[in-house]
């Protein structure tokens, strides 16, 4: 370990929790190896049970994010990491904070899309001397290569539909919409928007063809900051993605966060799905 690595290891983490079970791994994390943390729950946003037992929270509101960044600052916390799912919510709700009102009339028209804003708030952080740590760097998770997890193989129409997906998913990307593409036989069923993957798969069971069943492709943003709102996949996903019917799941490998690659490799198969790690083309190595 570096010294700069040592030094961060000792430093207090602000973990900026969304929703998910992303953020309990960071502070599993932070707990196995004994770094100071400190939890910041977003009111609505964050899991408000099954957290480890001993963990130090505060909650916040989106609109009062302002006012916790300086309260940090002001107790020595520069160390920052935003984990899980949030909702993005209406302008108007964050009006109230002056502090946030304010920085959202300074990034003006960059705070339109998901990540315009997230690339913002970084930028807005940093220049107030924050550094921002990725969730999977935390959890030191090791990104896997492409390839088959698990003991089902997709077939070529999987493959096929499996590459169209991951390409509509780098398209939808690069104009800030989402990170998730739903297709059948070569049929784009569904597109992740703002009501996040697990609501936009229970929408699809009603849109299933006859034949070959539906795959899911989660991908990251070709622009965007891969220290926030990195894409995650975990047991729920797959859990809801066949209950909707898919017949598998793939992920950008090495740009999506996996909580527990092993464990999910083994629920995929139990669930009767295929698990894939896509290349940067979108394929399947053979």
Same mark, same amino acid.
């Given at each position: 370990?570096?010294?700069?690595?040592? +030094?961060?290891?000792?430093?207090?983490?602000?973990?900026?929790?969304?929703?998910?079970?992303?953020?309990? +791994?960071?502070?599993?994390?932070?707990?196995?190896?004994?770094?100071?943390?400190?939890?910041?729950?977003?009111?609505?946003?964050?899991?408000?049970?099954?957290?480890?037992?001993?963990?130090?929270?505060?909650?916040? +509101?989106?609109?009062?994010?302002?006012?916790?960044?300086?309260?940090?600052?002001?107790?020595?916390?520069?160390?920052?990491?935003?984990?899980?799912?949030?909702?993005?919510?209406?302008?108007?709700?964050?009006?109230?904070?002056?502090?946030?009102?304010?920085?959202?009339?300074?990034?003006?028209?960059?705070?339109?899309?998901?990540?315009?804003l997230l690339s913002a708030i970084v930028r807005?952080? #940093?220049?107030?001397?924050?550094?921002?740590?990725?969730?999977?760097?935390?959890?030191?998770?090791?990104?896997?290569?492409?390839?088959v997890i698990g003991r089902i193989i997709p077939?070529?129409?999987?493959?096929?539909?499996?590459?169209?997906?991951?390409?509509?998913?780098?398209?939808?990307?690069?104009?800030?919409?989402?990170?998730?593409?739903?297709?059948?036989?070569?049929?784009?069923?569904?597109?992740?928007?703002?009501?996040?993957?697990?609501?936009?798969?229970?929408?699809?069971?009603?849109?299933?063809?006859?034949?070959?069943?539906?795959?899911?492709?989660?991908?990251?943003?070709?622009?965007?900051?891969?220290?926030?709102?990195?894409?995650?996949?975990?047991?729920?996903?797959? #859990?809801?993605?066949? +209950?909707?019917?898919?017949?598998?799941?793939?992920?950008?490998?090495?740009?999506?966060?996996?909580?527990?690659?092993?464990?999910?490799?083994?629920?995929?198969?139990?669930?009767?799905?295929?698990?894939?790690?896509?290349?940067? #083309?979108?394929?399947?190595?053979?």
């Amino acid at each position: 370990m570096t010294p700069a690595s040592a +030094r961060q290891e000792q430093s207090v983490l602000a973990i900026i929790a969304g929703g998910g079970d992303l953020p309990k +791994r960071v502070v599993e994390a932070c707990q196995a190896r004994g770094r100071p943390f400190v939890v910041v729950g977003l009111n609505g946003q964050a899991e408000t049970t099954g957290w480890p037992p001993g963990v130090p929270h505060q909650w916040t +509101r989106l609109g009062k994010c302002g006012g916790v960044a300086e309260d940090l600052r002001d107790r020595g916390i520069l160390h920052l990491c935003m984990a899980g799912r949030v909702k993005r919510p209406s302008l108007v709700s964050l009006l109230p904070d002056w502090r946030t009102a304010a920085f959202l009339a300074k990034v003006g028209a960059s705070a339109l899309g998901d990540d315009g804003l997230l690339s913002a708030i970084v930028r807005e952080l #940093e220049s107030n001397g924050f550094t921002i740590e990725a969730p999977d760097q935390v959890i030191g998770a090791r990104p896997l290569g492409a390839g088959v997890i698990g003991r089902i193989i997709p077939d070529d129409q999987a493959r096929r539909d499996l590459a169209h997906a991951f390409r509509m998913a780098k398209a939808l990307g690069a104009l800030d919409i989402g990170q998730g593409v739903v297709v059948q036989q070569g049929v784009v069923l569904a597109v992740e928007a703002i009501e996040g993957t697990d609501a936009m798969l229970e929408r699809c069971a009603c849109l299933l063809r006859d034949g070959p069943g539906a795959v899911l492709v989660k991908a990251c943003k070709p622009q965007q900051d891969r220290r926030v709102d990195l894409p995650a996949l975990g047991a729920r996903t797959l #859990e809801v993605a066949a +209950r909707a019917g898919l017949r598998g799941v793939g992920f950008e490998a090495g740009a999506v966060v996996l909580l527990d690659p092993t464990g999910l490799g083994k629920r995929a198969d139990d669930l009767g799905l295929f698990f894939v790690g896509l290349s940067a #083309e979108g394929e399947v190595p053979s």
